[in-house]
């Protein structure tokens, strides 16, 4: 399993054939074993998620142990699949979006990258900056609600 730990917001520019520079300070933070290949996908919130080609491997290899006899199952792994595109950093570190995806999360020219345990999430800048100033009213009880009992992993999920 992956210990790909990613932390950091970058704001980008899309070029105008729709390519992207990976910050060196992020691209310095993926692992040798991904290479320079990603998976992009569409994510949650109308984002799109950049995944390292490790990271998507781990991820879409747990998957691969679903039941895909149970509807709910196979409909996760078709959304979660759905626009899923195979990328590779070119030898100036662009990266080229897919127009069907860039059009799925509203992105034009102004991105930010938000980078968080082993994925990138790729926002429109406007709706980012929309979400993250909406945050939580009271983010202690939330927190306290996701992380404070050890027994759960969130939400209420027991794992005992």
Known sequence: MSTTNLIGEFECRLDDKSRIILPSALKKQISQEAGDRFVINRGFEGCLVLWPQNVWDETTGRMNSLNLFVR????????????ATPLALDSQNRLL??????????????????????????????T???LVSNEPSDFAQLAEKV??????????????
Do not use: C
Request: glycine residues 6%; charged residues 30%.
């Open 72 to 83: 709910d199952n196979r409909q996760f792994v078709r959304a979660f699949n759905n626009g």
């Open 97 to 126: 979006l897919p127009k069907q995806l860039l059009d799925y999360a509203s992105i034009d020219r102004e991105i930010v990258l938000f980078a968080y345990s082993d994925r990138i999430e790729v926002w429109n800048k406007k």
């Open 128 to 130: 980012y900056l929309e």
């Open 147 to 160: 992380m404070g009992n050890p027994k759960t992993t969130g939400a209420g999920d027991d794992v005992s």
